[in-house]
């Protein structure tokens, strides 16, 4: 009798040997270059980095710094897709119309509760960056320029805001907060 045709005494060494062979099989199969596993991911938008090779202590480093020192707003490296990545770079407002009108409107909600609260008038003027959270819908860190509407035209008018914008997957939106632009300084 073939080792495969004896009886094994005890039945779960009989599914253990089998699970083996399955395994062993479809290893086999993975490594063919036909198998469609051994296609890697071709992704046509250019805002999508898949971080390859090793990571660079010096990028992660000061992605992090900037991350913390900016709470996410002003972010000017980016170490590629990664799940240690939380806050990536946005671009598609420049190119896509139908996003730029998207995160318009959400920076016009941001700037109506700030005028709410701050009994202020000041309205939208353009968005400078956008950086993105991801998890069960977006959150957003806007940063964007607004014209006090109080003042006739003048340089002073328009000032830079940060708001945290969230954008839920079941399509509720709520303004985190939005304030003037924090600028960091050099002080140490």
Sequence with gaps: MA???????FPYRERKRQ???E???????????????????????????????KADRKIWTQYYREWDESEGFDISVFPGTSFMAGIAQQYDHLTSPKVKQEYT???????????????????FEEIVTVNASFAA??????????????VDVDV??????QALV???????????????????????
Excluded: Q
């Design 3 to 9: 080792e495969s045709e004896i009886p094994s005494e």
């Design 19 to 21: 699970a083996e062979e």
């Design 23 to 53: 395994e062993e099989n479809m290893n086999k199969e993975d490594d063919s270059e036909d198998s469609d596993y051994s296609i890697g991911y071709d992704s046509d938008d250019p805002a999508f980095e898949i971080l390859e090779g």
């Design 105 to 123: 409107e959400l920076c016009k909600l941001a700037i109506k509760k700030f005028n709410s609260e701050n009994d202020k008038m000041y309205a």
């Design 137 to 150: 819908g977006t959150w957003y860190y806007f940063t964007f320029k607004a014209r006090d509407a109080t």
């Design 156 to 161: 002073d008018a328009i000032k830079t805001f």
């Design 166 to 188: 969230w954008h839920g997957i079941n399509e509720i939106i709520d303004v985190d907060f939005c304030r003037l632009k924090k600028f960091l300084t050099n002080e140490d």
